[in-house]
Every structure is written in C-alpha cells, then in structure tokens.
C-alpha cells in the first residue's frame, strides 16, 4: 500500500512538505548544525483534529511556528489551500492567511498582558481583521464567546487576574476564532491548565470540529488526551516524524519500537496497572539528534546493521507511514 | 504509629496591602497522619495549597506565609516532637537527615558553574564531618548511585549537560544521600518527558523500597498517583476533603469532587465522553461559606451552604468530608 492518503474523501487544508529546520549550536570549532526538524511531511485535512505528539525537544513546536509562518524554513514547502505560503508577498494576502489559521499557545497566564483588560485583546481581533462592523458592533465577539460557554458579560472590563486558567485558555480561544479560522494550530493547549478543567478545553475542540467546522493541529505530550480528541496522528522523535496514521491504528497497535515504549511509558489511570518493567533514558539529549542513522537506534531493542547508518525512509505499511527498518524498505546506497 | 502527623494546621498568606488585609487560607485546618513506611499522595489542583501544605510541614514557612494555628508532629525515635518548639538550629540537624525535601522544579537546583560531583560533596560536608574523603564521601556517594541505577558518569558532568529526566533523578538522589525517614517530594515528575517521568517514579519506589522510608508525594497527576502510592489525600480550596487507599480512591470515590477528577480520566482505549468538573475553583481570600465546594457540587444541599463538612471515616480507612456520605447529612 503506497497511498499517501488513506481519506481519499476528506479535503486537504494544510500541507506540510519535506520540511526541514537547520540551527546551528556552538561557535568556532565547536559550532555544529542541529537538524531540529528534518524532511516533516504531513497533511491537515478539513473538518479533522489531528495530533501531532512526542517528547519535548522532538521539534513539535518547531513545526508549528513554521506553519504559523513565525519561523522560515530551511528547507521544504507549506501549502495552504493548495497555495504555497511562501509566495504570499502581498499584505492583504498574508492578513488573508492569518485570518484563516490562527493559534493558540501554551500558557494562558503568558498569553494576556496582566495590566490589560481582556476584552481589548478581543477587540483588538476583531478590528484588525474587519470583524467589527461600525463602532460597537460586538457580534463577532460574542459569537465567539458563545462558542467557548462564556458570555460578553463575563468578560467585559475585566483583568487576566480574574480567571481561573481554564477560563483564560478559553478566551484565548474565543479570541482565535473571531476571525471564523479553518485551522487552529494548538501548541499544548492543555499543559497549563487544571486537570478538572483540562477536559473542557479538549472538549471544545471537539465541539468546534463537529460544529463549527473548524480543523485542529493539536500539539501535545500527552497521549490520553490525544487519544481521546483526534482522527490522524503522528508522532515526532527527534526532528522525524516516525510514525503516522490513524489515532486507532498508531495508539493502538504500534509499530515504530519508539511508539510501542512511548504507549509503554504512559502512566495509567488506574492502580491495577503499575509498571512492571523497566526502562532506560538517555543522558544528553544532542547526542541523538546527532546520530547519522536512526535516531533511536541508541536505545532500540531490535536493533540492526544498517539502522546505525542509514535513517529509514518513509514505509507504508497496514494504512500508516512508519519509519522503521523492521517494516521493510531498501536502504540506500 | 504515625510518622507524621497535623492537628487543625492552618497557614495563611497575609498580605497587607496599606489598610486593606487580605488572608488566603492555603492550608485551612487540616488534620491529617502519615504512616511509616508508605508512599503517601497529594493530589489537587493548581492553587489548592499542596505546595504550601508541604512547605508548612517542612517547617519552611516564611513571610508572607505564616503558621496561624495547629500543630505539627514528628515521630523521632519513638517520641513525638512539637515541631514549632524545635529550634531552627536544632531543626537544621533534622533537616535532610529526618526529613528532606525535594521542590518543584528542584531539576535546575544543581549549581550551574560546578560538575555534580562538587554538588554532592557541598550538601555532604554540611550534614556530616568527613576525615578520609575516599572513605567518608566516595565510597558511600558511589555506593548510594549504584543502588539507585545512576551511571557514575553523572558525577563528572555539568548540569547542563545532562538531559532534564537525569538532573531530577540526580537531585532525587542528593536529596536522599543521608537516608532521611520522610521524603518530601513536591512535584517531582512536572515538566518531564512520559518516558523520564517513568524513570524518576521507578526511582522513587526503588529508594521507598531500599531505605523503608515515607514519601510524600504532591502531582496533580492522577495517574502518577495511581502507578506509586499507597495512600491518597484529595485537597481541594486548603482542605483535605477525601483520603483513603489507592485502590479505593479510584474504585469507590466519595466525595463529589473526587468523583468528577476520576471521571474526567482521559484512558487509552476509551473514547466514551469526559465531562469537565463545573464552575471553576474558588479563590482562597474568599471562600464560600460553607463546604467550599457548594457552588460546584450537583449534589447541594441546604446544610451544604452553611456549614462546612469535617473530614470523618465513613468507611474503614477511608474518610471524605461530605454531608452526602456522613450521618449528618442523611438525617
């Protein structure tokens, strides 16, 4: 099966192809390169939550600044709606991008000026993107409100102090959708928010797709929420993304060695599951992006000749792309 | 015996803000004890007063925060002490030696500018007098890592070099060195990878295990808690308002807000609805009267807004603050 895509029916959003990200550590002679990110390909398709999930230090973030357009790649190409981002030179064409992806970041706390009321950062939206028809036309606002459980009347004149964490992401989120985006890009939305409230957040993002129609980049750690909320997956290991595919399929039943310890190593809700087994991790984290083949390899179980050397290539096996030699695949020579 | 144990503690912050005087009741009458030899759970949300709870049983408590009421008490050899009347030079004995404590975010505690190594000798030479070095720091250094599964490479590196999982089981293993009888840990798996997590926890048994000690555990994780503790205290708005044994906490939970953070598990394999627990927490300079957990609580009752519920055993070893499931209420 090499089929790139296993929804032939579902329409394509946003795609990343072959993206690449250089940054350069050390100075003089110690200076070396550090592929942060290296050859990322992945799609977002309309009307879907999709995952992107791995340890800090993968590149996950990376990722997603290059598709905001924060970041300029090294190498590789983002297409929105079939349009390549970087030709986007006009103005009007780059507000006209930004208006259709919008984003949402870690720390709610962070996300809002304390000494500002919260209310402008919506009004800000709203005004900058044409939202707001004549002065004190708040319709925009409020729908977006309405679509998070919150009201104007709870929000008006009000400071970031006032809300509980929870609260804020919410808002922060009414705000990413004033400007009715396709795409949310959400970098650990979650992280910083209370466990009781923690799935009202997640919740949402699901409501949004069901209802609103709105796609969902979900960048994560944690796997049992991401489990939980999104269609497709894809998990990052240092700079790759080593497996890919359905959400059912990857968490389910994974293939990549590096998954299967990842799925391993979730702590389970549940006091009849402890751990039994043991695990290892690894000392100095440059040292495996620094690796010339597979940057598991270090601490692989199945390990063979030729991954010390050569990176697997991407192989389509049982609906999902996994790079692993043990899946097959030619090594290049 | 307890090890450790609270009558009625209360600690406030007290802000004063020119005349204006404002008290947040972090840790509000908890009356609670700790066991030998068990890993003991805090769990609760951000702002909920495990940080302080644990800062106040460390003797830690320093402006604004001060202890306002109860006691606290240790079991040293047998005798229970009144912590507030050991000195604070008789306290630094028992500092690291009887009870150490490990904060939040205690992986960037290592000193930057000097290898691990010279870390160690630091905390070393200050708790114990060192003739030989071979003999009084190396040996028993080297031994206490090998124990606890550290590559001894650790002990020549810089903190900078180490990734972020081995840092916290470094400092986890500083903070162990001497034995102590009580392990503070406070947060100590926030901000690590799922798989150093996983190494940090296993290291934390492995030490209960050798050393037969306490640790008292703080994560709002609830997994964490269900994969290395014995027993779990559910804190919400300064309070303990649910404590019992593991097993039980997640099978049989009782109190209202225990059973909506056991529900809103996210769990591989299950995509069935979460709710989200309603409302949002109180702030804790102005609680509602009351069970602070009323203006949340789908159960409420009348007797709910006036008073506040204590924390009794309704069932064996198990305690809930909650008129639902004590005899005052059903009447």
């Known amino acids: ?333 | 015996m307890d090890i450790l144990k609270t009558e009625n503690l209360k600690s406030y912050y007290i802000l004063e803000m020119g005349t204006e005087k404002k008290e947040v009741k972090a840790v509000n009458d908890v009356t609670i004890g700790i066991h030998e030899d068990e890993i003991y759970g805090i769990a609760g949300e951000s702002g909920c007063g495990k940080s302080t709870f644990l800062k106040t049983i460390c003797k830690l408590v320093e402006p604004p925060l001060r202890m306002v009421g109860g006691s606290i008490y240790y079991a040293v050899d047998g005798k229970y002490v009144d912590v507030a009347e050991v000195k604070e030079e008789e306290f630094r004995k028992l500092r690291w030696k009887y009870i150490s404590y490990i904060p939040q975010g205690s992986m960037n505690a290592l000193n930057p500018i000097i290898r691990v190594k010279e870390s160690f000798k630091d905390f070393f030479t200050a708790h114990q007098k060192i003739n030989d070095e071979k003999k009084d720091f190396e040996e028993p250094l080297k031994q206490h890592l090998s124990a606890l599964g550290l590559p001894m490479r650790v002990l020549k590196s810089y903190p900078h070099q180490l990734s972020g999982g081995m840092r916290q089981r470094t400092t986890i293993a500083l903070a162990t060195i001497l034995k102590p009888r009580i392990i503070v840990a406070d947060e100590p798996t926030t901000a690590l990878d799922v798989v150093a997590q996983r190494a940090v926890i296993q290291l934390l048994k492995d030490i209960q295990k050798l050393q037969k000690n306490t640790i008292i555990l703080v994560t709002h994780d609830m997994a964490v808690h269900a994969n290395i503790t014995d027993r779990i205290g559910i804190m919400y708005a300064g309070m303990f308002v649910e404590e019992a044994k593991t097993e039980e906490i997640f099978e049989n939970p009782l109190h209202p807000y225990t059973r909506f953070l056991i529900a809103s598990l996210p769990k591989m394999g299950d995509k069935s609805y979460k709710p989200s627990v309603p409302g949002t927490p109180p702030s804790l300079s102005n609680l509602p009267p009351g069970c602070p957990f009323h203006p949340r609580c789908p159960y409420v009752m009348d007797i709910c807004r006036k008073e506040r519920p204590p924390l009794v055993e309704t069932n064996t070893d198990h305690k809930s603050a909650c008129f639902l499931s004590s005899k005052e209420g059903l009447q």
């Open chain 1, 1 to 333: 099966m090499n089929k790139k895509d296993n929804n032939p029916e579902k329409e394509e959003l946003i795609r990343a192809k072959n993206l690449q990200e250089v940054f350069v550590i050390g100075g003089g002679f110690a200076r070396s390169r550090l592929l942060a990110v290296d050859d990322v390909s992945f799609q977002v398709n309309k009307n879907e939550i999709f995952t992107l999930a791995g340890e800090s230090g993968c590149g996950k973030t990376t990722v997603s600044k290059i598709l905001l357009g924060f970041l300029e790649p090294t190498q590789g190409e983002v297409y929105y709606k079939n349009k390549f981002i970087g030709d986007l030179r006009k103005w009007e064409e780059k507000k006209e991008f930004m208006k259709e992806v919008q984003s949402i970041f870690q720390n709610p706390f962070e996300t809002f000026n304390p000494l500002r009321k919260v209310d402008s950062y919506l009004c800000d939206t709203a005004k900058y993107f044409g939202m707001m028809k004549g002065k004190g036309d708040k319709k925009a606002i409020e729908e977006a409100l309405q679509s998070v459980g919150l009201g104007m009347e709870e929000v008006e004149g009000r400071y970031p102090s006032e809300f509980s964490g929870g609260q804020l992401q919410r808002i922060s989120i009414a705000r990413a959708l004033i400007t009715k985006p396709s795409l949310l890009v959400a970098d650990e939305p979650v992280s910083m928010v209370d466990a009781s409230l923690r799935m009202s957040i997640v919740n949402l993002f699901k409501e949004l797709r069901d209802n609103h129609g709105v796609s969902v980049l979900y960048i994560t750690h944690d796997l049992a929420t991401a489990y939980y909320v999104s269609d497709r997956i894809g998990i990052m290991f240092r700079g790759n993304i080593i497996e890919m595919g359905d959400v059912e399929e990857v968490l389910m039943n994974p293939k990549h060695p590096y998954t299967q310890m990842l799925k391993q190593s979730i702590p389970e809700a549940d006091p009849k599951k402890k751990w039994i087994e043991r695990v290892s991790i690894t000392e100095l984290e440059t040292e495996e992006y620094m690796r010339k083949g597979c940057k598991f390899a270090g601490r692989c179980a199945f390990i063979m000749e030729k991954c010390k050397d050569h990176m697997p290539e991407e192989i389509f096996v049982d609906g999902r792309m996994v790079r692993c030699w043990l899946y097959g695949g030619e090594k290049k020579e």
